[in-house]
């Protein structure tokens, strides 16, 4: 009995490779260019026709703002003065977060303590209906501008905030927490009132 068990299993087991290594109809006729398992009997995983045959390229270039120091975060995008036409906000080696219209224009840019190489959060976290904006800093301190009343705010951590932000409501009380991590090994879960108005 196990030796009939043993002969249908090899014979399986041999149907099955000659099966996968059997060219199909389709590649025969050369309409296919991936006939088998890992392309062709070698097994080597690699066609012999290029992926792409016309690139197509469908971006075209718009605008570019030069502001002579590098940008190593990511922007944020979103309606900061609530006129309906959305705006970007990023940081950069200059030390300052920048509020660009959709235009290309300069609106704001607020001097930070050092170089911003985390990318800005934006959401409401006083639910006054006006958005803030929330940023990381190498001077060991993360930043909260309410774009309203045009003023700013600072949590101090231990060392460089990299990290970005992100906001939610951690604990479900209806009111948003801020939540960013530092190179201090520290991650804070902020209140909007624990950040200290820079005078």
């Given at each position: 009995?196990?030796?009939?068990?043993?002969?249908?299993?090899?014979?399986?087991?041999?149907?099955?490779?000659?099966?996968?290594?059997?060219?199909t109809k389709a590649s025969q006729d050369g309409a296919s260019i991936w006939p088998m398992f890992r392309h062709d009997?070698?097994?080597?995983g690699v066609a012999d026709r290029p992926s792409v045959k016309t690139p197509i390229n469908k971006m075209t270039f718009y605008k570019s703002l030069s502001f002579n120091r590098p940008?190593?975060?990511?922007?944020a995008i979103f309606d900061v003065d609530k006129d309906g036409l959305n705006e970007i906000i990023v940081g950069g080696n200059d030390d300052l977060l920048k509020v660009i219209s959709c235009n290309g224009?300069?609106?704001i840019a607020y001097p930070l303590g050092d170089d911003i190489r985390s990318s800005p959060a934006v959401a409401d976290v006083?639910?006054?209906?006006?958005?803030?904006?929330?940023?990381?800093?190498?001077?060991?301190?993360?930043?909260?501008?309410?774009t309203e009343e045009m003023e700013i705010y600072r949590f101090s951590t231990n060392d460089v905030?990299?990290?970005?932000?992100?906001?939610?409501?951690?604990?479900?009380?209806?009111?948003?927490?801020?939540?960013?991590?530092?190179?201090?090994?520290?991650?804070?879960?902020l209140n909007y009132s624990e950040t200290a108005r820079i005078q």
């Open positions: 009995m196990l030796r009939r068990a043993t002969i249908i299993v090899l014979t399986t087991a041999f149907l099955i490779v000659i099966l996968a290594m059997t060219p009997l070698r097994h080597t940008i190593l975060s990511s922007p224009s300069l609106e006083d639910l006054d209906g006006y958005p803030e904006i929330i940023v990381g800093c190498d001077d060991a301190s993360i930043y909260l501008l309410e905030v990299l990290a970005s932000p992100m906001v939610a409501d951690v604990d479900l009380d209806g009111v948003p927490e801020i939540i960013v991590a530092s190179l201090d090994g520290f991650l804070y879960i």
